[in-house]
């Protein structure tokens, strides 16, 4: 994950040319539950990826749900809709041997299904999302997951994006800035930054889900932390923890 978000952003920088930066759409699972942690950690590894999201070189893309850390849903057999599914669930068994039980995890983990549910507006029939039965189901998690329950926690997913997508508008350096990497070798830390002549912004991901060990204290001031209790220890990072960091230059 690490190498390949290090691959596109040193190409773009390199080369000149600008990347539509998204971990989700349409075709894919949902972001969370591809690269994050949707059990203990969903939370903190959505706002993680967000946070990354915004530091690559390119334009950043909010998918539909992404922005309240919608996740995978649990599907059967007889719900599947997504045509490629089908497809892939049959080859798998004729072409490679697959055992069906197995095939309908596969199928379970990377359907696009996943990301064509409805919003989750709120906690009402059909998730908010209209007054009739749409056509595709509703995640069984709409009670706890949705726009309604976020809007106004000040630590909530839609809001730590807001935030960021402010940041993001107010500092031409998170969208202009020199990118570049630091700790490229680090087995758990990923460390951005976007630097121009007046501010050096670095982002520091323990993407992982355990504690781990980092220095941070030479990247500045603390501006954004996905975890809204933490000691900001420059030392140690908590599972998924992600701090942005701002220095002044000029």
Known sequence: FKRVLNNWNHAAQTDNFHIAATFSNHDQPRAVSRFGNDKKFRMES??????????????????????????????????????????????????????????RKIIQKMSRDHARGVMQWDDTTYAGFSSVQPWFKYNDDKDTINVAKQENDPHSVLNYVRTLSSMYHQYETLSSG????????HPKVIVMQRCDDNFCFTLVCNFSKHKTQCDTQFYGDVVLNNYHNSLNDIQSLFPYETRIYLKKLG
């Open 46 to 103: 959505a706002k993680a990826l967000f946070a990354i999201n915004f530091f690559n070189v390119g334009s950043p893309f909010i998918y539909q749900g992404e922005e309240i850390a919608m996740k995978n849903m649990v599907l059967k057999q007889s719900e599947w809709k997504d045509f490629e599914a089908k497809s892939v669930f049959l080859a798998l068994q004729s072409m490679m041997k697959v055992p069906a039980f197995l095939a």
């Open 178 to 185: 020199r990118w570049s990497e630091l700790l490229e070798q």
